[in-house]
């Protein structure tokens, strides 16, 4: 069964360190996505990649954060100096341009807490 | 500017009974619309989808529908099973093509027995 593996699970870190997050797609998958679970705002796209090029990254705050893709199997976010409302369920998603379109397979997410 | 709506915060629904959670949209660019379910500590699933040229689609349980002149669709589930409880995702995109979904806020169901 594919899955969309992402890691850390959990994460607690202080104000001001970097964090990073992983997540592999799954195998074949050309489309990569990073959303944002918070209570006030729902699920947020912070950005996402075809094919490893970035394709949009417009709800990302750019002086902290950044997301990559060194490989086909590796995406990582980057939040540098992380702040306590960088606190939030970030969870990765990938899938496969086509029809028909079975939508996007998420992973089971990273819970960020920043104190 | 939300441009995908669930006004519904909660949902409280007897077994056995029907559920209908409601979502609307602001952008007319939208072309395909999904549903996803989450329960606690997972991602998101798949639930059902559906294309602007359909009004309806159907699959087990779970019928979703679309009313394009009033941006409006709902997910029905009949009958509702404790296992339904969870919180509901809609989703739209401006296309199939890969593009990005964009999420309502969710509505969370519960199915008492």
């Known amino acids: 069964d594919a899955r969309v593996t992402q890691t850390p699970r959990h994460k607690v870190t202080e104000m001001g360190q970097e964090v990073t997050m992983r997540c592999q797609p799954i195998l074949g998958h050309n489309t990569v996505f990073w959303y944002r679970q918070t209570m006030m705002q729902g699920l947020e796209l912070l950005a996402y990649?075809?094919?490893?090029?970035?394709?949009?990254d417009s709800g990302m705050p750019k002086d902290r954060f950044s997301a990559e893709m060194p490989d086909a199997t590796l995406a990582t976010l980057k939040i540098q100096p992380s702040e306590p409302r960088d606190s939030a369920v970030y969870f990765c998603?990938?899938?496969?341009?086509?029809?028909?379109?079975?939508?996007?397979?998420f992973g089971s997410g990273t819970r960020l807490t920043v104190v | 500017d939300q441009q995908v709506k669930q006004n519904s915060p909660s949902l409280s629904v007897q077994e056995g009974r029907i559920s209908i959670l409601n979502c609307d949209y602001t952008n007319s660019m939208f072309d395909y619309f999904l549903w996803y379910k989450k329960y606690p500590a997972e991602g998101p699933t798949f639930l059902i989808s559906i294309s602007s040229i359909k009004d309806k689609n159907e699959d087990g349980r779970f019928t979703v529908f679309l009313n394009k002149s009033a941006k409006h669709l709902s997910l029905h589930i009949v009958p509702s099973q404790p296992g339904d409880s969870a919180v509901y995702f809609c989703?739209?995109?401006?296309?199939?093509?890969?593009?990005?979904?964009?999420f309502g806020k969710g509505t969370t169901l519960s199915v008492s027995s």
């Open positions: 998603a990938s899938g496969l341009v086509g029809n028909p379109f079975y939508g996007y397979t």
């Open positions: 990649f075809r094919n490893r090029a970035p394709l949009d």
């Open positions: 989703a739209a995109t401006p296309n199939q093509a890969g593009t990005a979904l964009i």
